[in-house]
C-alpha cells in the first residue's frame, strides 16, 4: 500500500510499519479494507503513527490484559451454590457460575484442550482416571460488558469499537454483542493451568475444514510443551451451544496479529512493568485504570476521568 511505503520511521524502534502490515495481511477482507480507508485518508506522518499506536492501544493492548474470566468456578451439578454466589455476590456473579456449570455440563465435565476431567466434579474415591482444576474460559472478556466509572466505560467503548470495525462479522454474521458475553457461545471448560496462555496469545484455535476440530497453533512451545495438536469440541447436552467458531476465528487472528506485528515484546514488558497483580482488581476483573496508564486509552479516556499520558508501545525505547 503506497501510504504505509511512504511513512517514514521516527525512531529505530518504530514499529508502525510492522503493526500496521500486519493487521493489513491477517484481518479479514471486510475489516482490512475498513483499515485501508482509513489510512487513505490520513494526510500526515504523524497521523498514520498514531493510527498504529491506536491499534496497539485501543485493540491488541487490552485484548491481552483484560482478564477473561471471573474468579467464580463452582462444580458441576453445585445448584444450590449458585444461589448462594448469588445471595453473597450479586446477579452477575451467578450468572458466571451459572456459564461455569452450563460449560462443563456442555464439555463433558472435561477441558476442551487436555481431555482432563475437572477435579472437583470427580467422586475422590475414582482413582483410574486423570483430571485437572479447570475453570470457565471466556474467549472475548467478560470484562468488556462491565464498568465501574464513565472513563472506564468509554474506553471499552473503543475497545468494543475496534472490534466491530475491523471485525465487523461480530455483529452482523455471529450476532455477537456484549449482552452475549457470558453465552456457552463464547465459553469453555479449560484447566486452570492453560488459562493464562490462552489469554496471553501463547496458542489458539485455528479453524480446520472439519466443523469444530480445530488445529492449535502453539507460539511458545517451550512453555507449552504437552499441548495436543488438534482438539475435536463434542456437545455433551444439545441445550448449550459450542464454542462459537467465528469468535474463536477473531481470537486467533488476533494472535497472529499480536506476534506478526512485533508488539507482543512492548506489550509484555509494558505488563511487567506494571505487575499482572496491578491489572487485577478485588473482584477479579482486569483494574483497567492500571492498563489505561500504559497506553493512550488513557488520554481518550480523560475526557471522562482523569488525564493518563499516553502509551509508547510503538517507540518503547523514547521516554514519555
Not at 520511521?9 to 475498513?34: E, M, Q, Y
Not at 487490552?62 to 482478564?67: D, S, W
Not at 462444580?75 to 450479586?90: L, P
Not at 456459564?99 to 472437583?120: A, Q
Request: glycine share 4%; aromatic share 6%.
Amino acid at each position: 500500500m503506497e501510504k504505509l511505503e511512504q511513512y517514514v520511521p521516527t525512531s529505530s524502534s518504530d514499529r508502525t510499519k510492522r503493526v500496521l502490515r500486519a493487521f493489513i495481511d491477517h484481518l479479514p477482507a471486510n475489516g482490512r479494507a475498513n483499515l485501508i480507508r482509513h489510512l487513505q485518508s490520513l494526510q500526515s506522518n504523524q497521523e498514520i503513527h498514531d493510527h498504529a499506536e491506536s491499534l496497539v492501544n485501543g485493540l491488541l493492548m487490552p485484548m491481552r490484559t483484560l482478564r477473561s474470566t471471573p474468579t467464580i468456578s463452582p462444580r458441576a451439578g453445585m445448584e444450590d451454590s449458585i444461589e448462594n454466589v448469588a445471595a453473597h455476590s450479586g446477579s452477575s456473579a451467578a450468572r458466571e457460575a451459572r456459564l461455569k456449570r452450563d460449560c462443563l455440563t456442555r464439555d463433558g465435565l472435561k477441558c476442551v484442550v487436555t481431555d482432563r476431567y475437572d477435579e472437583n466434579s470427580m467422586d475422590r474415591s475414582n482413582t483410574n482416571i486423570r483430571t485437572t482444576y479447570t475453570e470457565c474460559v471466556h474467549i472475548i472478556s467478560f470484562s468488556l460488558a462491565t464498568w465501574k466509572d464513565e472513563q472506564e466505560e468509554f474506553a471499552k467503548n473503543v475497545i468494543w469499537t475496534n472490534l466491530t470495525r475491523y471485525f465487523p462479522s461480530i455483529e452482523n454474521q455471529i450476532r455477537f454483542t456484549r449482552e452475549s458475553i457470558n453465552d456457552t457461545c463464547n465459553a469453555m471448560t479449560m484447566s486452570k493451568a492453560l488459562h493464562p496462555s490462552f489469554g496471553a496469545f501463547d496458542f489458539a484455535f485455528e479453524a480446520t475444514p472439519r466443523r469444530h476440530t480445530y488445529t492449535l497453533k502453539n507460539y511458545k512451545p517451550r512453555l507449552l510443551d504437552d499441548l495436543p495438536e488438534s482438539v475435536t469440541f463434542t456437545r455433551h447436552n444439545s441445550h448449550f451451544s459450542l464454542p462459537s467458531p467465528g469468535l474463536l476465528k477473531i481470537h486467533a487472528t488476533i494472535a497472529r496479529i499480536f506476534h506478526a506485528s512485533g508488539a507482543a515484546e512492548p506489550i509484555e514488558k509494558a505488563i511487567r512493568d506494571l505487575g499482572e497483580t496491578a491489572l487485577l482488581a478485588k473482584d477479579g476483573s482486569s483494574d483497567i485504570s492500571a492498563m489505561l496508564a500504559a497506553t493512550s486509552l488513557g488520554v481518550l479516556g480523560s475526557r471522562a476521568g482523569n488525564i493518563q499520558q499516553p502509551g509508547l508501545l510503538l517507540n518503547p525505547t523514547t521516554k514519555g
